[in-house]
Structures are given as structure tokens and as C-alpha cells.
DNA sequence: ACACTATATGTCACGTCGTGATACAGTCGT
DNA sequence: ACGACTGTATCACGACGTGACATATAGTGT
């Protein structure tokens, strides 16, 4: 597939593909992510094995993660350009969103 | 159910029901709701027939909206107390959501 | 030595969701 | 009469997150 329509297959995103995603310009495994992703919410995200192995295993077969080493028992993942690419286009959709949001809100008081 | 796990099961929510309960402190029908969000997206977000008439049923089983007229042709959808308190929570996760985008957005450029 | 917890990855069945096709019907302009 | 728009509904399909289960190593406490 070409790059454009797997960008536009991750749009919009999943929290948990945000957030990993958001956890890669630095160099991480699997179990390192759910780490760092639960920090950066407070505890409030907990990624599951099942969500976290088989959404990296997704993005490293669609060339948005690339595998930056592999450690025995140890798989460590990095984004790659396409991934920033692709985290820019949803970093705008995340603008949009939120500027809607902050514009009605309130109505929701 | 009780309005607790209610709203916790639409947490994190689709974009999809994000803008249908942002179109919803006025009254609408399934169609205008559709019309709205494409002019509220600049017409990146056109929602699918079956998306929208599926949510909305959804949404009125479980109390997030409520019917608020039945003219022949047309139903007339409002959101309800529990459809705001959602929209509350979701809006604080959205607000997390462009912080940590924010804060770590130049590590994609 | 034993138990427990944390680290670390992987698989699978399940339920939910958005999509797009299909169908049907009324309205409005030309 | 015809097409475009309005309006609702259903269905099969594919994609996704969840949580349970399995497996294995390393470290800590008793």
C-alpha cells in the first residue's frame, strides 16, 4: 500500500495508537511502553498485552515502527518517518477536536 | 446498568460520538446531525448512514440522548444530563490528550 | 527452598464499532 | 418526468481493544 492511504488507514486514531506512538521517538519494548503511557496518564491508561503486542506487530507491518533492536526476550521499537508523518497529520486532528470541544463546552455545563 | 459504567463504556470515545453529542445541546435529526459536523469539520467529517442511525439508537438505549420529537420522517434527537456529565468527562481526557501531544510535538517535526 | 512480585512477550475468543452497500420514500426544482 | 436532495433503516464485513491464559526469567523476602 502506499504511504498516504496507510496514513489515512490510522486516522483518525486510537487513543491506544497515540500513545504509543507518542511514547517511540525514544527507543522502547512493549512492556516499556505500557510503563511510560501509564506515567504520562496518571495511572489513568492501562495498555493491555493483547492491545500492545498485537498493535506493535500492526505498525511495524505497516512501516509506521521500526525495530531499533532485538535483545533476547527484549523487541525494542522506534518510530519512523512515516509514523511522524503520520503523528502530525493526527496532531491537527487532535486541534481541531479540542478547539471544538473548548468552543461548545458551555452547553455541557 | 448504572450511569457510571454507562459513561465509563463510551470513554475514550469515538470521534464519531464525540461530534454527535457535540451537535445535540440543539435539537436535531439523524441527518442534520450529519450536515452539522460536516460543516463543523470543513467537511472532513461526513458520517455513513448506518454510523450515525446505529449511534443513535445506541445512545437512546442507554440514556446519553433522548427523543425529543417524533415528527413523521423524522426523529429529533437531544442530549440528556447524563449525555453532558459524559461530554465533562470526556472533554478533561481530551484536554490530556493535547497536553501530552503538545508537550512532546516537537520530537515529530 | 519456597512464594511472590515484577519483567516481558505472545495468542486467542469475544464484543463493539464504523463503513459502505442496499433499500425505500417524500420533496423540490427544472 | 427526471434527477438531486432529504431522511431513515438494516446488514455483512473488517478492524480494534479487552482480558484471560500461557510461558519464561529475575529479584526479593521469609
Redesign the pocket.
Known amino acids: 500500500m502506499e504511504i498516504e492511504k496507510i496514513i489515512k ?2 486516522i ?6 497515540f500513545y504509543i506512538l507518542l511514547s517511540l521517538p525514544i527507543p522502547r ?7 511510560h503511557v501509564e506515567e504520562l496518564t496518571e495511572g489513568r ?14 505498525m511495524q507491518r505497516d512501516g509506521i515502527i521500526t525495530i531499533y533492536a532485538d ?1 533476547k ?4 521499537y522506534e518510530i519512523t518517518d512515516v509514523g511522524k508523518a503520520l503523528m502530525r497529520h493526527e496532531m491537527n486532528r487532535l486541534r481541531e477536536l479540542h478547539a471544538n470541544a473548548w468552543k461548545y463546552k458551555e452547553e455541557f455545563l
Chains 1, 2 share one sequence.
Open positions: 488507514s490510522y483518525p486514531m486510537t487513543e491506544t495508537a519494548h512493549g512492556y516499556g511502553i505500557i510503563k491508561l492501562v495498555l493491555g498485552s493483547g492491545t500492545i503486542y498485537g498493535t506493535l506487530t500492526k535483545e526476550r527484549k523487541t525494542i
